[in-house]
């Protein structure tokens, strides 16, 4: 019986570790921008005037997001509750927002 709760322990364990990094990610904007940006593949942002996450590669280099979101994405942005990320945070972030452009 022990054993048994054991092997259940362990299975979950490496369950959260196999986590991806995108999903950790989607689930920081879930928190943090949904409420105003569409963060899927699909669907209209809550807030008219805010651009869907999947179309930020058009005006943003994706590969200096990361940066932008440590040090503060607040320029253009003046509705928007001033936000920073961690770098941890920031890369998976980055990660799934690669994930999902169009
Ligand atoms: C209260 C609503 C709101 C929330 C919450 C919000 N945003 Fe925004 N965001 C906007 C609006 C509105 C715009 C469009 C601003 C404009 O074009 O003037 C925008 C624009 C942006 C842009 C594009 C800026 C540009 O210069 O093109 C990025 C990137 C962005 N938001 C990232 C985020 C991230 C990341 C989060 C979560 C951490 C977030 N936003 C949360 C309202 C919000």
Do not use: W
Request: one cysteine or more.
């Amino acid at each position: 019986m022990k054993a048994v709760l054991i092997v259940i322990g362990v299975v979950m364990a490496s369950a959260a570790l196999a986590q991806e990094p995108a999903e950790l990610g989607r689930t920081l904007l879930e928190d943090h921008c949904a409420s105003c940006h569409a963060i899927g593949k699909t669907g209209d942002s809550p807030r008219e005037n805010a651009p869907p996450f999947r179309t930020l590669s058009r005006s943003f280099d994706l590969d200096k997001i990361q940066g932008q979101l440590q040090s503060g994405l607040t320029a253009g942005h003046p509705d928007m509750p001033e936000f920073k990320f961690g770098e941890d945070d920031a890369r998976v972030v980055a990660a799934y927002l690669r994930s999902i452009q169009e």
